[in-house]
């Protein structure tokens, strides 16, 4: 079964500064992954996805991931953080292009940005 | 083009009460999913459905259930409620044959007393 690890529950980070969330996958196939972001009181919004190809994407709101296979990794990055960026931070995998395949999310990550 | 919507907002029922939940997907897509948000958790995956039945389903007791309907909206029913119960029930849709990204409403809050 597929599966999804944030190892952070909360990261701190100065206005300005590069930031990373982190996050891990287990799936059996080849990996579909997903960042979405999620503001209080609110449903999850679409940042970024990795299907095929070029390792970095970027997404949304000056977001990019780094998909790593070696590593089962799929972190998001982004080179300057704002205080807007404050939310939850979901990664999400699905195992495959099969119609019924489900999508795992992991517990999210708080990302604080400092003023 | 109207997003993800979801009714109610938010409710109250009291342990053993019986509670529906509404969702109408994105235009266009055919797929919906429900997810179950704890406070401070990620979401968790009730069920899927397409074609009018379901199609995947998670770790949750049959006391969870759905419905599809032609025009694609689908309904999330919970019976016997208990105070776990109570979280953010999350409706997402997708189109069948996509790369599978979901579109999400924004929520129906149930608290269960």
């Known amino acids: 079964a597929q599966s999804v690890a944030q190892p952070e529950d909360q990261v701190n980070v100065a206005e300005g500064n590069p930031l990373t969330v982190k996050c891990t996958y287990s799936?059996?196939?080849?990996?579909?992954l997903f960042w979405y972001v999620q503001y209080p009181n609110r449903g999850l919004q679409f940042l970024l996805k990795?299907?095929?190809?070029?390792?970095l994407v970027k997404g949304s709101y000056g977001f990019e991931a780094e998909f790593n296979k070696s590593q089962t990794s799929f972190h998001l990055k982004k080179p300057s953080a704002l205080v807007s960026d404050s939310a939850l931070y979901f990664c999400?995998?699905?195992?495959?292009?099969?119609?019924?395949?489900?999508?795992?999310f992991g517990k999210g990550t708080r990302l604080h940005i400092l003023p | 083009d109207a997003g993800v919507t979801q009714s109610p907002t938010h409710l109250i029922k009291t342990r053993g009460q019986q509670v529906t939940l509404r969702c109408s997907p994105k235009s266009g897509h055919d797929t919906v999913s429900w997810y179950q948000q704890a406070l401070g958790q990620g979401p968790q995956f009730i069920f899927q459905?397409?074609?009018?039945?379901?199609?995947q389903r998670g770790n949750f007791p049959d006391r969870f259930s759905g419905h599809q309907f032609p025009n694609y909206s689908s309904e999330l029913n919970v019976n016997a409620l208990l105070l776990g119960d109570s979280a953010l029930y999350l409706c997402?849709?997708?189109?069948?044959?996509?790369?599978?990204?979901?579109?999400f409403g924004e929520g129906s809050r149930l608290t269960v007393l």
């Open positions: 999400a995998v699905r195992e495959g292009a099969r119609r019924d395949d489900k999508i795992i």
């Open positions: 990795y299907i095929t190809g070029d390792n």
């Open positions: 799936v059996s196939g080849n990996p579909y």
């Open positions: 997402a849709s997708s189109l069948t044959g996509s790369t599978g990204e979901l579109f």
């Open positions: 459905y397409y074609e009018e039945e379901e199609r």
